[in-house]
Each structure stands twice: as structure tokens, then as C-alpha cells.
């Protein structure tokens, strides 16, 4: 009997602390000037200037964050996301766009890319949204113009996870991006699929 009740008053607590972790509270963000939403949590702060329709970040983990980028209006006539090919296609089209943002000019900088999954679904929006993660490791050689090759140490610079939703409305391509280092990634991943599933492209209207 004593065995039972303590077993069980344990197994409250665990569902107390398992509680505690899953109790992130989010806020929405909805942009209905150029058509789109998505929650984020509460505790992310909102930078302005940094290159992007909407950013936020982490408050703790500056290198965790979250954008939105909307192709401009004029030059572009997207009809749905599959206009972007099938996820496959789309996943290594997002990873090379990547690859040339994050160009470096440093000699003796290389990167490793992989992409670790590609996926679409129909949201409760009965629109297509892409998803596709990627994974990229920036080493970097401390002297690369070192005459032996043992004095060329490299070393991981940085080695992060992107997690991208693509979507089409008003004939226009939103991503949602957000930008994790890996060791954080595990972590926050239940708070960070929460924000890839809640974007939504919204129409505009005329
Ligand atoms: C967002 O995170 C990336 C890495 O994950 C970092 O390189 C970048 O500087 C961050 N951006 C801002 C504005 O904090």
C-alpha cells in the first residue's frame, strides 16, 4: 500500500515538472499590412532594423531568433509554394540561398550543409505551407597561411539549425526563418516546432 501511494505521488511530480517545461507562454504576432501571422513566445524580444520584414529574439540565447522575409510585391507572381518544385527541391534551394547569405571572404573558412528533413502540409487554412531544416557547421583555420600543415589548426566556428516555412498568398513567397545553435536546438525544439506550426500567410485585402 505504502509502496503504491509513494510510486504515485512521484509520478505526480514528474508530471508537474514535465508540466513546468511545456508552460512557455506565446504571444501572436499578426502583420496584416503584408499578410501574415505566427506565435512566438512571450519572453522573445523584438529587435528593429535587422534586415527582415519582423525579427525576434531569444532574451538569453542571442543566436536564437526568428525572422520573416516577404518577396517584394512587384517582381513577384507566386501562385502556390509548389511553384517552388517539390519540397526536395525547394529544401536545396532554401539551403543554397543560405550558403550564399552566409558567404564569408575569410580564407580558410569552409562549411559542412546538410539538409535534415523536408516536408509539406496543409495548414487549417487548407493552404500549402514547406517545411524544410537544415543544418550548417562553419570551421574556420586559425592560420591559414601557416607553411606546415600542422600549424593550420581548424576549428567549429559555429554549428546551427535553420528551420524554414515557406508559404504563398497574394501571389507572394513568405519564409518564416528561424535560426537555433544546435546544442540549444533540443531543448527548444517543442517551442520551436510550436512557432513553425502556428505561421499563416494571410490575404490581403484589395
Ligand atoms: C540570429 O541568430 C544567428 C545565428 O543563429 C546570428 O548569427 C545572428 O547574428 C542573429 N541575429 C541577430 C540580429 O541577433
Not at 508552460?23 to 524580444?45: L, M
Not at 538569453?60 to 517584394?72: H, K, R
Amino acid at each position: 500500500m505504502a509502496l503504491i501511494l509513494s510510486s504515485c505521488i512521484f509520478s505526480q511530480i514528474e508530471g508537474n515538472a514535465a508540466f513546468a517545461q511545456q508552460s512557455v507562454e506565446f504571444r501572436e504576432f499578426i502583420d496584416t499590412f503584408d499578410g501574415y501571422s505566427f506565435n512566438y513566445p512571450k519572453n522573445w524580444i523584438q529587435v528593429r532594423g535587422a534586415n527582415a520584414d519582423i525579427f525576434f529574439r531569444d532574451p538569453f540565447v542571442l543566436d536564437e531568433n526568428l525572422s520573416v522575409e516577404v518577396s517584394s510585391p512587384s517582381s513577384s507572381s507566386y501562385k502556390s509554394v509548389e511553384d517552388l518544385g517539390p519540397p526536395e527541391e525547394a529544401g536545396q534551394k532554401v539551403l543554397r540561398q543560405y550558403l550564399t547569405e552566409f558567404m564569408s571572404t575569410r580564407l580558410g573558412v569552409r562549411r559542412e550543409s546538410s539538409i535534415l528533413s523536408t516536408s509539406s502540409r496543409i495548414a487549417d487554412d487548407g493552404k500549402m505551407y514547406y517545411q524544410i531544416e537544415v543544418n550548417i557547421k562553419s570551421y574556420a583555420s586559425n592560420n591559414e597561411l601557416a607553411v606546415m600543415p600542422q600549424d593550420r589548426v581548424v576549428r567549429k566556428e559555429w554549428d546551427r539549425r535553420y528551420l524554414s516555412v515557406l508559404g504563398v498568398e497574394n501571389n507572394q513567397l513568405y519564409e518564416l526563418r528561424l535560426q537555433v545553435p544546435e546544442n540549444v536546438f533540443v531543448e527548444e525544439e517543442n517551442d520551436l516546432r510550436r512557432v513553425m506550426d502556428s505561421f499563416r500567410v494571410n490575404k490581403l485585402s484589395a
